[in-house]
C-alpha cells in the first residue's frame, strides 16, 4: 500500500472550547458505544507521512464481532484488493486479474504487502484496535470540546510517554463523534509534524 503522491489539502478546523483535565471519560464512553455494537461498515480515507515518502489510499472496511475484517482498496496503487482477517497473526490478500482469475496469498498480519506506510495493520484501524491502543498507551490523556468540519466533537489527545514504543509518535489526537461517541478521525504527531490522518465514515452499523 505504499502510495508516492502527497494528500492534495488537508481541512483543518481545531479551535477547541473547552480544555478539560486529564480524564478517561471519553474513553469510557468510546468503550460503551463499542459493547453495544456487533458490527460496522465504514469508508476509511488513510494519509500518512514517513521521510520523505507519503500515502493516501480509500478503504471500504467491515469489521464484525469478535475479530473479522474485511477491507477492500478503494483507490491506491493495489486498488482492487481486498484483505480479509479472522484474528490471529496473518491474514489473506487477494486480487482478481485477468480473464477473472483471483489470485492470493497468506501472510503475516504486519507484512509490509498489508500494512500502511507507517506499518499500520488491518487490525489497528478497527475501532477495537483504535480504542485498545488509546487504552493502553503510555500517556497523559486530555480532552476537550472543538469542531471538525464545523461540526461538534470530542478530541481526546494522548501525549505519549515513550513514541519509541509507539511508532514514533509523540502525539495522538482521537476525535469522537458527539452523538454515536465512536471515531471519526484520528491524527499523529510526531514533534509538530502531522505524519498520520484517518478519516472514518460509517455507512452501516448492526
Request: proline share 3%; no cysteine.
Amino acid at each position: 500500500m505504499k502510495i508516492a503522491s502527497f494528500l492534495a489539502s488537508i481541512a483543518f478546523v481545531l479551535s477547541f472550547t473547552t480544555a478539560l483535565a486529564a480524564t478517561g471519560k471519553p474513553l469510557d464512553q468510546l468503550a460503551e458505544a463499542w459493547s453495544d455494537l456487533h458490527g460496522y461498515n465504514a469508508t476509511i480515507q488513510l494519509y500518512e507521512v514517513k521521510g520523505s515518502n507519503s500515502e493516501h489510499a480509500v478503504f471500504a472496511y467491515s469489521f464484525t464481532k469478535p475479530a473479522s475484517v474485511t477491507m477492500h482498496v478503494n483507490q491506491g496503487p493495489n486498488a482492487g484488493a481486498t484483505v480479509t482477517w479472522t484474528g490471529g497473526s496473518t491474514v489473506r490478500a487477494s486480487k482478481s486479474g485477468a480473464f477473472g482469475i483471483t489470485m492470493g496469498k497468506t501472510v503475516s498480519l504486519n507484512d509490509p504487502l498489508v500494512t500502511s506506510l507507517r506499518s499500520y495493520s488491518v487490525s489497528d484501524l478497527s475501532f477495537a484496535g483504535i480504542l485498545a491502543h488509546a487504552q493502553q498507551t503510555a500517556g497523559t490523556l486530555s480532552s476537550g470540546s472543538t469542531k471538525l468540519n464545523g461540526a461538534p466533537v470530542i478530541a481526546v489527545t494522548l501525549n505519549v510517554a515513550n513514541p519509541a514504543q509507539d511508532n514514533g509518535m509523540t502525539r495522538e489526537v482521537l476525535y469522537l463523534a458527539q452523538n454515536t461517541q465512536l471515531p471519526l478521525r484520528i491524527d499523529g504527531f510526531t514533534g509538530s509534524q502531522l505524519v498520520r490522518i484517518y478519516r472514518f465514515t460509517i455507512t452501516k452499523s448492526w
